[in-house]
Structure formats: C-alpha cells, structure tokens
C-alpha cells in the first residue's frame, strides 16, 4: 500500500490520510497509490480508484501531482498504470475521470489515456459543499487498448 500524503501536509493529516487509503485497500473498496521518483523516492504524486461499484464494473480514476513534478507526463503515466491494473486485477470495463471545466491539464491527461469526453455534467460532485458542473471523460477497458 502506498498513501497519498504530500510532505508538507501535517502530521495529523498525513495520518488521517494514510489511515483512510488504507482502511480503502482493506475494504477494496478504493486503491490509492503514491508516485515516487524511481532513483530518490521523492514523492510526485498520487494515482488510484474510488467509487468502485463492482456490480457494474466501474470505478474513478484520480490522479494528482506536486507542482514542481508537472508537465513532465507523470500523470499521464501513473494513470496508465492504475487504469491497467483496474481492468487486469480488479476486472473493471469502465473508469469515469471527472474534472471541473478550467481543468485543461487534467482533461488532457484524460484524452491521453484514450478516454472519451462524455461533456459537461451538472451536480456530480460538490466543491466547497455546492454542487459543481464537471467535464466527464470515460474510459473502457476497450479504448484504453486501442488508445495505447
Ligand atoms: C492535472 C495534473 C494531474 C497533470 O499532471 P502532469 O504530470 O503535469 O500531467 P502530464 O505531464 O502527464 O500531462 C499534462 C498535459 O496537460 C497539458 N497541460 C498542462 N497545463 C495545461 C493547461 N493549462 N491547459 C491545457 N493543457 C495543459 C500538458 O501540455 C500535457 O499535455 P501534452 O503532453 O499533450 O502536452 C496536475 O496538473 C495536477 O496535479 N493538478 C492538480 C490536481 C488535479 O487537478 N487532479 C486531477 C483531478 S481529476
């Protein structure tokens, strides 16, 4: 198990954080994984699965990444990565990227996975507790092999 814990966060938060991606992994009911620079460990990033609804096979995909690591494609990868194991481990078809419209880069990253812009759907998360209109992106286990 890897956490999703930048360093700068706090020390009660970092705990709070690696003790809810864990509880996670135990529950299979979400995957986090941390992106660590392969020579120095340093942390980058963060990739995973949330909202796996197993019944119909599908799951978000997330991913984040330190601002001075960005624009060096380790989104795109460690989504790739994730997105594989999702549909070879867990057996998912379907993972949904929701990112809100200003979000080029991530929408971005999406389009370079292979995954398809549904569009704009109204009330699908809350930010800052009021509902926000997101850009949806899908990817299929299908796509993703054609897209590469
Ligand atoms: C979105 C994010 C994960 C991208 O990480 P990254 O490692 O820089 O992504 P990559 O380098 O793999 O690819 C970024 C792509 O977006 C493009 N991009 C970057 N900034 C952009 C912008 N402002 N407008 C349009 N495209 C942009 C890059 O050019 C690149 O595409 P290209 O390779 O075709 O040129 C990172 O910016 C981030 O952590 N943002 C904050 C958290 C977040 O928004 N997470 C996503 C929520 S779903």
Do not use: C
């Not at 970092?14 to 942390?43: E, I, M, N, Y």
Request: hydrophobic fraction near 45%.
């Amino acid at each position: 198990m890897a956490a999703l814990v930048p360093s700068a966060l706090r020390d009660g938060r970092r705990k709070r954080l690696v003790a809810h991606a864990s509880a996670g992994w135990r529950a299979g009911s979400k995957f986090a994984f941390g992106v660590f620079h392969a020579d120095d460990g340093t942390l980058l990033g963060g990739a995973g699965l949330s909202r796996l609804d197993r019944d119909a096979g599908s799951a978000n995909l997330g991913y984040w990444v330190a601002s001075p690591h960005r624009g060096r494609g380790v989104a795109t990868r460690a989504a790739r990565l994730v997105a594989r194991s999702g549909f070879e481990h867990v057996g998912l078809t379907r993972l949904e990227i929701v990112t809100l419209p200003d979000n080029h880069a991530s929408q971005r990253v999406a389009t370079r996975l292979g995954a398809a812009r549904m569009g704009v759907v109204e009330n699908r998360m809350l930010v800052d507790g009021q509902p926000a209109r997101v850009v949806l992106s899908v990817l299929t286990v299908g796509a993703r092999r054609s897209g590469g």
